[in-house]
T-cell receptor
Framework: RKEVEQDPGPFNVPEGATVAFNCTYS??????FFWYRQDCRKEPKLLMS???SGNEDGRFTAQLNRASQYISLLIRDSKLSDSATYLC?????????????FGQGTILTVHP | NAGVTQTPKFQVLKTGQSMTLQCAQD?????MYWYRQDPGMGLRLIYY???????DKGEVPNGYNVSRLNKREFSLRLESAAPSQTSVYFC????????????FGEGSRLTVL
Protein backbone atom coordinates (compact mmCIF):
# COMPACT_ATOMS: atom_id res chain seq x y z
CA ARG A 1 0.00 0.00 0.00
CA LYS A 2 1.30 3.45 -0.89
CA GLU A 3 2.06 5.72 2.01
CA VAL A 4 -0.20 8.46 0.64
CA GLU A 5 -2.96 7.79 -1.87
CA GLN A 6 -5.30 10.01 -3.83
CA ASP A 7 -7.95 9.43 -6.43
CA PRO A 8 -6.18 10.67 -9.57
CA GLY A 9 -9.44 11.71 -11.24
CA PRO A 10 -9.70 13.50 -13.51
CA PHE A 11 -12.54 15.52 -12.08
CA ASN A 12 -14.38 17.58 -14.67
CA VAL A 13 -16.84 20.03 -13.14
CA PRO A 14 -18.75 23.10 -14.34
CA GLU A 15 -18.05 26.54 -13.00
CA GLY A 16 -19.82 27.10 -9.72
CA ALA A 17 -19.76 23.45 -8.70
CA THR A 18 -18.53 22.11 -5.39
CA VAL A 19 -15.90 19.41 -5.59
CA ALA A 20 -14.16 17.38 -2.91
CA PHE A 21 -10.95 15.39 -2.93
CA ASN A 22 -9.81 12.83 -0.41
CA CYS A 23 -6.38 11.60 0.44
CA THR A 24 -5.55 8.62 2.67
CA TYR A 25 -2.29 8.02 4.49
CA SER A 26 -0.94 4.83 6.02
CA UNK A 27 1.44 6.07 8.71
CA UNK A 28 -0.60 6.65 11.85
CA UNK A 29 2.35 8.56 13.36
CA UNK A 30 2.12 11.23 10.63
CA UNK A 31 2.26 14.65 12.16
CA UNK A 32 1.30 17.30 9.67
CA PHE A 33 -0.71 17.51 6.49
CA PHE A 34 -0.92 19.81 3.51
CA TRP A 35 -2.54 20.46 0.17
CA TYR A 36 -0.45 21.69 -2.73
CA ARG A 37 -1.56 22.98 -6.09
CA GLN A 38 0.36 22.35 -9.29
CA ASP A 39 -0.42 24.06 -12.56
CA CYS A 40 0.45 22.36 -15.83
CA ARG A 41 4.23 22.13 -16.33
CA LYS A 42 4.87 24.24 -13.23
CA GLU A 43 6.20 23.55 -9.78
CA PRO A 44 3.89 22.66 -6.87
CA LYS A 45 2.95 25.45 -4.49
CA LEU A 46 1.44 25.23 -1.03
CA LEU A 47 -2.31 25.78 -1.09
CA MET A 48 -3.05 25.26 2.57
CA SER A 49 -2.07 23.37 5.68
CA UNK A 50 -4.57 20.99 7.25
CA UNK A 51 -5.21 21.36 10.95
CA UNK A 52 -6.91 18.93 13.28
CA SER A 53 -9.81 21.31 13.80
CA GLY A 54 -10.23 21.86 10.08
CA ASN A 55 -9.50 25.12 8.36
CA GLU A 56 -10.98 27.33 5.70
CA ASP A 57 -9.44 29.80 3.31
CA GLY A 58 -12.05 31.52 1.20
CA ARG A 59 -13.65 28.89 -1.04
CA PHE A 60 -11.30 26.17 0.15
CA THR A 61 -11.86 23.99 3.21
CA ALA A 62 -9.45 21.35 4.44
CA GLN A 63 -10.20 18.71 7.03
CA LEU A 64 -8.29 15.98 8.80
CA ASN A 65 -9.71 12.72 10.11
CA ARG A 66 -7.02 11.05 12.18
CA ALA A 67 -9.18 8.08 13.15
CA SER A 68 -9.74 7.11 9.53
CA GLN A 69 -6.38 8.50 8.38
CA TYR A 70 -7.52 10.76 5.62
CA ILE A 71 -7.53 14.42 4.72
CA SER A 72 -9.94 16.19 2.44
CA LEU A 73 -10.12 19.34 0.37
CA LEU A 74 -13.41 20.97 -0.53
CA ILE A 75 -13.62 23.63 -3.20
CA ARG A 76 -16.83 25.63 -3.37
CA ASP A 77 -18.03 27.78 -6.25
CA SER A 78 -15.36 26.43 -8.61
CA LYS A 79 -13.65 28.88 -10.95
CA LEU A 80 -11.96 28.21 -14.27
CA SER A 81 -8.72 29.25 -12.58
CA ASP A 82 -9.05 26.36 -10.12
CA SER A 83 -8.14 23.93 -12.91
CA ALA A 84 -4.91 22.29 -11.75
CA THR A 85 -3.54 19.20 -10.10
CA TYR A 86 -4.04 19.03 -6.34
CA LEU A 87 -1.48 17.11 -4.34
CA CYS A 88 -1.85 16.07 -0.75
CA UNK A 89 1.31 15.85 1.32
CA UNK A 90 2.01 14.22 4.65
CA UNK A 91 4.94 14.88 6.98
CA UNK A 92 5.63 11.52 8.54
CA UNK A 93 6.43 10.58 12.07
CA UNK A 94 8.89 8.06 13.43
CA UNK A 95 11.56 7.13 10.90
CA UNK A 96 9.76 9.24 8.30
CA UNK A 97 10.07 12.41 10.36
CA UNK A 98 10.97 15.37 8.20
CA UNK A 99 10.09 13.63 4.97
CA UNK A 100 7.18 15.13 3.10
CA UNK A 101 5.44 12.39 1.13
CA PHE A 102 3.09 13.33 -1.67
CA GLY A 103 0.10 11.62 -3.15
CA GLN A 104 -0.02 11.10 -6.90
CA GLY A 105 -2.23 14.12 -7.39
CA THR A 106 -5.84 14.70 -8.43
CA ILE A 107 -6.48 16.47 -11.71
CA LEU A 108 -9.30 19.03 -11.66
CA THR A 109 -10.70 20.66 -14.77
CA VAL A 110 -13.34 23.34 -14.37
CA HIS A 111 -15.24 24.08 -17.57
CA PRO A 112 -17.56 26.95 -18.50
CA ASN B 1 13.76 37.20 -4.91
CA ALA B 2 15.04 34.14 -6.79
CA GLY B 3 13.89 31.50 -4.27
CA VAL B 4 15.00 28.07 -5.49
CA THR B 5 16.99 27.93 -8.71
CA GLN B 6 17.65 24.73 -10.62
CA THR B 7 19.92 24.16 -13.57
CA PRO B 8 19.68 22.95 -16.24
CA LYS B 9 15.99 23.25 -17.06
CA PHE B 10 16.21 20.72 -19.89
CA GLN B 11 18.71 17.97 -20.62
CA VAL B 12 18.91 15.02 -22.98
CA LEU B 13 21.36 12.26 -22.12
CA LYS B 14 22.35 8.97 -23.63
CA THR B 15 22.23 5.81 -21.53
CA GLY B 16 25.36 5.56 -19.44
CA GLN B 17 26.21 9.25 -19.44
CA SER B 18 26.57 11.13 -16.19
CA MET B 19 25.31 14.53 -15.18
CA THR B 20 24.70 16.73 -12.17
CA LEU B 21 21.60 18.76 -11.47
CA GLN B 22 22.37 21.90 -9.53
CA CYS B 23 20.10 23.55 -6.99
CA ALA B 24 20.57 26.70 -4.97
CA GLN B 25 18.27 28.57 -2.60
CA ASP B 26 18.65 32.10 -1.30
CA UNK B 27 16.11 31.92 1.56
CA UNK B 28 18.57 30.74 4.23
CA UNK B 29 16.63 27.49 4.54
CA UNK B 30 18.10 24.61 6.47
CA UNK B 31 16.44 21.69 4.67
CA MET B 32 16.65 20.80 0.99
CA TYR B 33 15.10 18.03 -1.07
CA TRP B 34 15.22 16.35 -4.46
CA TYR B 35 12.03 14.86 -5.88
CA ARG B 36 11.21 13.27 -9.18
CA GLN B 37 7.79 13.44 -10.78
CA ASP B 38 6.48 10.90 -13.24
CA PRO B 39 2.99 10.64 -14.77
CA GLY B 40 0.60 8.95 -12.37
CA MET B 41 3.27 8.62 -9.68
CA GLY B 42 3.18 12.02 -8.05
CA LEU B 43 6.30 13.41 -6.44
CA ARG B 44 8.70 10.85 -5.05
CA LEU B 45 11.50 11.81 -2.69
CA ILE B 46 14.97 10.85 -3.90
CA TYR B 47 17.20 12.37 -1.21
CA TYR B 48 16.92 15.08 1.33
CA UNK B 49 19.20 17.09 3.56
CA UNK B 50 17.75 18.20 6.87
CA UNK B 51 20.67 20.52 7.49
CA UNK B 52 24.06 21.41 6.11
CA UNK B 53 26.34 18.42 6.34
CA UNK B 54 23.63 15.75 6.45
CA UNK B 55 21.90 13.77 3.72
CA ASP B 56 19.39 10.94 3.88
CA LYS B 57 17.80 8.61 1.41
CA GLY B 58 14.22 9.05 0.39
CA GLU B 59 11.85 6.66 -1.33
CA VAL B 60 13.76 6.19 -4.60
CA PRO B 61 17.52 6.81 -4.07
CA ASN B 62 18.96 4.09 -6.31
CA GLY B 63 21.02 5.44 -9.18
CA TYR B 64 21.51 8.85 -7.59
CA ASN B 65 23.99 10.59 -5.35
CA VAL B 66 23.72 13.96 -3.65
CA SER B 67 26.01 16.57 -2.19
CA ARG B 68 25.01 19.30 0.23
CA LEU B 69 27.83 21.62 -0.78
CA ASN B 70 26.91 24.33 1.71
CA LYS B 71 23.73 25.73 3.19
CA ARG B 72 22.61 27.17 -0.15
CA GLU B 73 23.41 24.36 -2.57
CA PHE B 74 22.24 20.78 -2.96
CA SER B 75 23.24 18.86 -6.07
CA LEU B 76 21.92 15.62 -7.52
CA ARG B 77 24.19 13.40 -9.59
CA LEU B 78 23.33 10.61 -11.99
CA GLU B 79 26.49 8.56 -12.40
CA SER B 80 25.26 6.32 -15.22
CA ALA B 81 21.93 7.48 -16.57
CA ALA B 82 19.25 4.96 -17.48
CA PRO B 83 16.00 5.45 -19.46
CA SER B 84 14.09 4.80 -16.22
CA GLN B 85 15.52 8.07 -14.92
CA THR B 86 13.67 10.06 -17.56
CA SER B 87 11.59 12.37 -15.41
CA VAL B 88 11.01 15.87 -14.16
CA TYR B 89 13.23 16.63 -11.19
CA PHE B 90 12.29 19.20 -8.57
CA CYS B 91 14.52 20.66 -5.94
CA UNK B 92 12.82 22.13 -2.88
CA UNK B 93 13.73 23.74 0.39
CA UNK B 94 12.14 24.71 3.67
CA UNK B 95 13.14 26.45 6.85
CA UNK B 96 13.15 23.21 8.85
CA UNK B 97 12.28 19.63 8.06
CA UNK B 98 9.33 19.60 10.43
CA UNK B 99 7.52 22.34 8.53
CA UNK B 100 5.42 21.58 5.53
CA UNK B 101 5.80 24.55 3.26
CA UNK B 102 8.27 23.47 0.65
CA UNK B 103 9.45 26.00 -1.89
CA PHE B 104 10.13 24.34 -5.21
CA GLY B 105 12.34 25.20 -8.10
CA GLU B 106 10.87 25.29 -11.59
CA GLY B 107 11.97 21.76 -12.36
CA SER B 108 14.52 20.10 -14.61
CA ARG B 109 13.21 17.95 -17.44
CA LEU B 110 15.59 15.09 -18.12
CA THR B 111 15.31 12.64 -20.98
CA VAL B 112 17.57 9.59 -21.14
CA LEU B 113 17.68 7.89 -24.53
Amino acid sequence: RKEVEQDPGPFNVPEGATVAFNCTYSNSASQSFFWYRQDCRKEPKLLMSVYSSGNEDGRFTAQLNRASQYISLLIRDSKLSDSATYLCAVNGGGTSYGKLTFGQGTILTVHP
Amino acid sequence: NAGVTQTPKFQVLKTGQSMTLQCAQDMNHNSMYWYRQDPGMGLRLIYYSASEGTTDKGEVPNGYNVSRLNKREFSLRLESAAPSQTSVYFCASNRASNTGELFFGEGSRLTVL
